[in-house]
């Protein structure tokens, strides 16, 4: 079963360094997930500052500078990991280095036939 590991944090919360150091701790722990065999993908993402909102409102589409939502947490970076069970996907969202200055949400991924991949 897929499952997205969304990570979220305060960016402020992190020096330069640690942003490395746990970029670095992530890289490490993707390896690990590959040789398990529950990787499929990870990276992290931009400052919330280079956010783009669009929504489709009457047919017509709305572009916003910034996130969907303020908030004191940001949606940083993500995992996707394929994993037995929701017990393996948690043990697996422990080990993210990010956990330990902010949070992941599991969540399991819909198969909706008909998509690549």
């Known amino acids: 079963m897929k499952f997205m590991l969304l990570i979220y944090g305060d960016e402020q919360a992190w020096t330069d360094g640690e942003r490395q150091a746990c970029y670095g701790e992530s890289a490490q722990l993707a390896q690990q997930l590959q040789k398990e065999g ?13 956010a783009t909102t669009v929504r489709v409102r009457e047919g017509r589409p709305q572009i916003m500078d910034g996130p969907f939502a303020e908030a004191r947490e940001q949606l940083g970076g993500y995992f996707l990991i394929e994993a037995a069970d929701l017990d393996q996907a948690l043990a697996i969202a422990a080990r993210i280095p990010a956990a330990r200055k902010g949070s992941v949400e599991v969540r399991p991924v819909v198969p909706v036939p008909g998509l690549p991949g």
């Open 38 to 50: 529950c990787y499929i993908d990870a990276n992290p993402l931009q400052s919330v500052q280079t």
